[in-house]
C-alpha cells in the first residue's frame, strides 16, 4: 500500500483543474506546456478499426484522461476528452480561432470555482468515428486552463450507452434502448443502478468508510473530487487522518483552495476500492446538483481505471463494472489499494 506521504510528494500541490459544469481534472504541471499554436497537423484516422460505425479507439492522455479524435465541420480532426461530468461540449478559444468559429451568444457556466460568463463559439458539424452533431453552440475555454483541445460533454453523449474496454483500449458508444434486465454486454459484470440529475449519473447508493455518500461518474476527471460535507463527515470518524492544503486553478483561471488525502474504503456495488487519493474542495457544480449538502464525490479514472471494463448507459440509468479477470471481490480490494 502506497504511504500517505509518497502519494503527497507524488502530487504538484499547485496543479490545475478544469471544472465545467460537474466537470473535475487536477492537472500535473507537464499538462500546462501545450504549444501556444494549434497544430495544423490531423490527427491520424487511417488506424481506427473496420468497425467505425460503432467501435471508436481511445487513447489515455498524460493527465490519464480518455480523448478521442473529433472532427470539426468536416475538416482536420483534434483529439478532445471524453467527459461524462459535463453537461457542454467545450472548445478551446485556441482551437475555435484557428478555425475560424463565428462567434455565438455569451453562456453562463457552472464550473467548481463558481459561475462564468464566457464566449462560445458555433460548429456546424462536430464527429468522431461514433457521434454526429450539428449546430453546436460550444463554450470557449482557455487551452491552458482546459488542458485540451475541447471536451465531449453529455450532450453528444446521452441516449447511448458508452463501453470502456480499459485493458484493448478501445471505447464503444452504442444506442441504448429501455429495458429491464441487463444486456448481454453487461453479463457477468457488477451492475449499479443510477438516477440522472441534468444529465449526468448519480449513484446514491455507495458507502465511503461506511457513510453513504452520492457519487457522480466523471471520465473527464483524473482524480476524484469530494466537498467538504463529505471530509467533515470523514474528520469526525477518524481524527487521525492527514490532510495536506493544495491549491488549484479552474477552468476559467480562478485559483481555489482544497484539502488532500486518502479514503479508506469507497464500497459501490459491494466492491471496495481502498486508499483512494482525494481532494476536497468547495465545489460550486455540486450547489448546481442539489449536492451541497450532502456528502458527495466526482468519482475520476483513477477509480475508474481500476476495473477491466465499464459500461455507463445513459438511458437505462446503470453503470456496470468488470474486475480483473481472475479477481474476486475480496481479490479487488487488495489490488486497488496497490495501484
Not at 483524473?222 to 469526525?236: E, P
Not at 488532500?260 to 446538483?289: C, H, W
Request: net charge neutral.
Amino acid at each position: 500500500m502506497r504511504s500517505f506521504d509518497r502519494i503527497c510528494r507524488a502530487i504538484n500541490v499547485t496543479a490545475g483543474i478544469a471544472g465545467i459544469a460537474a466537470f473535475f481534472t487536477p492537472l500535473p504541471a507537464a499538462a500546462a506546456d501545450l504549444p501556444a499554436e494549434v497544430p495544423s497537423e490531423t490527427a491520424d484516422n487511417s488506424n481506427l478499426p473496420a468497425l467505425v460505425p460503432v467501435l471508436q479507439d481511445f487513447t489515455v492522455d498524460r493527465t490519464n484522461r480518455l480523448t478521442v479524435p473529433v472532427t470539426i465541420n468536416d475538416g482536420k480532426s483534434f483529439p478532445f476528452i471524453v467527459d461524462t461530468g459535463s453537461e457542454r461540449t467545450v472548445i478551446s478559444q485556441e482551437l475555435a480561432e484557428y478555425l475560424n468559429l463565428d462567434t455565438g451568444d455569451m453562456l453562463r457556466l457552472a464550473t467548481v470555482s463558481g459561475p462564468a460568463t464566457v464566449n462560445s463559439y458555433l460548429i456546424d458539424k462536430l464527429t468522431t468515428a461514433t457521434i454526429s452533431m450539428e449546430s453546436v453552440e460550444a463554450p470557449g475555454l482557455k487551452r491552458q486552463n482546459l488542458g485540451a483541445h475541447g471536451l465531449l460533454g453529455i450532450d453528444s453523449l446521452e441516449e447511448n450507452k458508452i463501453f470502456l474496454d480499459f485493458k484493448k483500449g478501445e471505447m464503444q458508444v452504442l444506442p441504448s434502448e429501455k429495458r429491464r434486465g441487463s444486456t448481454k454486454l453487461e453479463r457477468g459484470m457488477i451492475v449499479v443502478t443510477a438516477r440522472r440529475k441534468a444529465g449526468r449519473m448519480i449513484l446514491s447508493n455507495a458507502l465511503v468508510n461506511g457513510a453513504k455518500v452520492d457519487i457522480i461518474i466523471d471520465t473527464g476527471a483524473q482524480s476524484s473530487m469530494g466537498n467538504y460535507k463529505l471530509r467533515d463527515l470523514l474528520r469526525r470518524r477518524d481524527r487521525k487522518g492527514d490532510y495536506q492544503d493544495v491549491a488549484m486553478k479552474s477552468v476559467i483561471g480562478d485559483v481555489m483552495t482544497g484539502q488532500f488525502t486518502q479514503i479508506r474504503s469507497i464500497e459501490i456495488g459491494g466492491v471496495k476500492i481502498m486508499d483512494l487519493p482525494i481532494t476536497f474542495s468547495e465545489n460550486y457544480a455540486m450547489k448546481t446538483l442539489g449536492l451541497e449538502n450532502k456528502p458527495a464525490i466526482f468519482l475520476g479514472m483513477d477509480a475508474l481505471g481500476l476495473f477491466d471494463k465499464v459500461v455507463i448507459d445513459f438511458t437505462n440509468r446503470r453503470i456496470s463494472f468488470e474486475l480483473p479477470k481472475g479477481s474476486s471481490a475480496d481479490n479487488f480490494r487488495r489490488l486497488a489499494a496497490v495501484r
